[in-house]
């Protein structure tokens, strides 16, 4: 019987392998380690530092976001501190329009004034702008004279008459009156 080998002899291994002793692909193997292990250390190395990096980049603007909070804070109380002088400026400024308003009621029942002829026995004016006047007139038509003039001043919304009687106040027959003027507040020019 005839005896075929088929598996391939010793020599036509060694074709198999490149023709390289064993040693010289160890040692080929063992370089491209290195190489790949200097490589994943350097591509490490890399990650590391970029790590570091974005860390510090992160703090510095963790940093930069807390002052910029405490500037908004210091910001946000200013502005609440103006919002409350403007609005102290408002009511300075309707107290000095009634200030001044008052004194162009009473300059107008001055200016329309008939004089010796008419005199006031009291006057008050109200927080809801009505000026209550009491006083005596020689007669009638010297009262309503100076009625229709106060009808005439813009200041006045109106005016309603409450009371007129003759009276005799000292040994004269004159008229006791008692009127009411209705003030205007708003959109009063000057």
Known sequence: MIK??????????KKAT??????????????????????IFFINSKMNNE?????ALK????NENIILLKKLNISNSYKSKIEALQRKIEVIKKVRTKQ??????????????IEN??????????????MK?????????ILAEYIQRLRKVKYYAQID???????????????KFDFNIQLKNENIQK
């Open 4 to 13: 075929i080998n088929l598996y391939p002899s010793a020599k036509k291994r």
């Open 18 to 39: 490149l023709g390289l002793s064993i040693e010289k692909e160890l040692s080929i193997y063992s370089i491209l380690l290195l190489i790949l292990g200097c490589c």
């Open 51 to 55: 790590i570091a990096r974005l860390t």
């Open 59 to 62: 703090n510095k603007r963790q």
């Open 100 to 113: 001044n308003l008052s004194v162009l009621y009473l300059n107008e029942l001055v200016k329309n004034f």
């Open 117 to 130: 002829k008419l005199w006031f026995t009291s006057l008050s004016l109200d927080e809801n702008s009505k």
């Open 133 to 141: 006047i009491s006083g005596v007139a020689l007669d009638n038509h």
């Open 161 to 175: 008459l409450i009371r007129a009687s003759k009276e005799n106040i000292e040994g004269f027959g004159l008229i």
